[in-house]
């Protein structure tokens, strides 16, 4: 039976050790931590279809989105379940964007509705706030991001073919061959490098032949609360959201007025998930300047909370965890980032913010 090796135990590592397990690869997978650690953990698991760039972007997002489904059919405790997204306009400005997006010509394959502020509250009675409109996200799909990496372990460890060895650093490559820390060589048919944010080490020499580096490390900062006492049946994203996501570039964008001091220097956009135990995940905030400070700032995260407040119409519960994470993104027009490091050997890095989303697509791809 062939073999492929898995560098990396984040979700694009996690999804490439599914991938070859159903196409009949014995799978040797190593993570230098003890556990998935990295921007795997430090999400909101959203499965976010709305917000992609038309063509390739939206038709890999749609295409992970029905290997979630199918996933999470089989592997139990992802907490995966359908969930649609409201993004909430808060004046006519952007209220002007979500008309645009509900009308461009690939609308519904993204599940986009437009709704008054009526049918936002009749959707979803936790908005309690102020908002001039929304539009439904009615493709989106949530998981429990702190959930998903032990509940896929367990899966594959449960059958046949499938070897798990974490706290092993992989620290050289051959032809279809990496060594770990320990001096252990692992061989396979394939030898795949799903590194995240570790933009050195393994890949380190590989990513410094480049002219131009061909991914960036990103940082964010999130937060979550103690339960909420409402039930959100949406994922919420807010205004300044539109500033962001590829599929609101449009004409009406270049209407929106200038985010708040606070806002502009985060690179803040509120979005706002409610976990299965009731607690509320919050965020981001984003940074591009390395070196990145080894301390989170506190205005960012009032700015985010006083966001949900607004939208809620309630104070929110009190804050129980805080937190940064790093995420790898590409830097040129690519979904993410491919490459040959050695034969037989692939580095596979860089979807940003659509890692999770689009992971079990981008598996498929490496395996194609």
């Not at 063509?55 to 997002?61: K, N, P, S, V």
């Not at 992802?78 to 409201?86: K, M």
């Amino acid at each position: 039976m062939s073999t492929v090796v898995v560098v990396g135990g984040g979700i694009l590592g996690l999804m490439h050790a599914i991938e070859g397990r159903r196409r009949g690869y014995q799978v040797v997978h190593l993570e230098r931590e003890a556990g998935t650690r990295g921007a795997s953990v430090r999400n909101f698991g959203l499965i976010w279809v709305s917000g992609r760039a038309a063509g390739a972007e939206l038709d890999l997002a749609l295409q992970a989105r029905r290997r979630w489904a199918e996933i999470a059919a089989e592997v139990a405790g992802t907490g995966f379940r359908p969930h649609p997204s409201l993004t909430l306009a808060a004046d006519d400005f952007e209220l002007a964007v979500l008309k645009q997006a509900a009308c461009l010509p690939d609308a519904r394959r993204r599940g986009f509705e437009l709704l008054d502020p009526a049918a936002v509250r009749a959707l979803n009675p936790a908005l309690r706030g102020e908002f001039a409109g929304g539009l439904l996200g009615g493709l989106d799909a949530i998981v429990e991001p702190g959930e998903v990496p032990a509940a896929i372990r367990r899966y594959l460890q449960a059958g046949p073919g499938y070897l798990w060895l974490p706290g092993r650093e992989a620290v050289d490559l051959r032809a279809g061959a990496v060594r770990d820390h320990t001096g252990e060589w692992h061989a396979g048919d394939l030898v795949v490098l799903c590194t995240g944010a570790s933009h050195t080490g393994i890949a380190g020499p590989h990513l410094a032949g480049y002219t131009e580096p061909p991914v960036r490390r990103v940082r964010l900062q999130m937060l979550a609360t103690e339960p909420f006492s409402g039930h959100l049946t949406t994922s919420v994203a807010d205004g300044d959201s539109l500033r962001y996501y590829p599929a609101y570039d449009l004409p009406a964008r270049l209407g929106l007025p200038a985010q708040g001091t606070v806002a502009a220097a985060a690179a803040a956009q509120l979005l706002l998930v409610q976990r299965l135990d009731g607690s509320l995940t919050i965020g981001d905030t984003h940074s591009y300047a390395e070196p990145f400070p080894f301390d989170v700032a506190e205005p960012p995260y009032q700015h985010l909370i006083g966001q949900a407040s607004r939208l809620l119409g309630c104070e929110l519960p009190p804050v129980r965890l805080r937190w940064a994470g790093v995420y790898s993104q590409v830097t040129g027009a690519e979904l993410y980032h491919r490459s040959t490091v050695t034969d037989d050997v692939v580095l596979v890095t860089g979807p940003g913010g659509a890692g999770l989303t689009c992971s079990p697509a981008i598996a498929e791809e490496t395996f194609t």
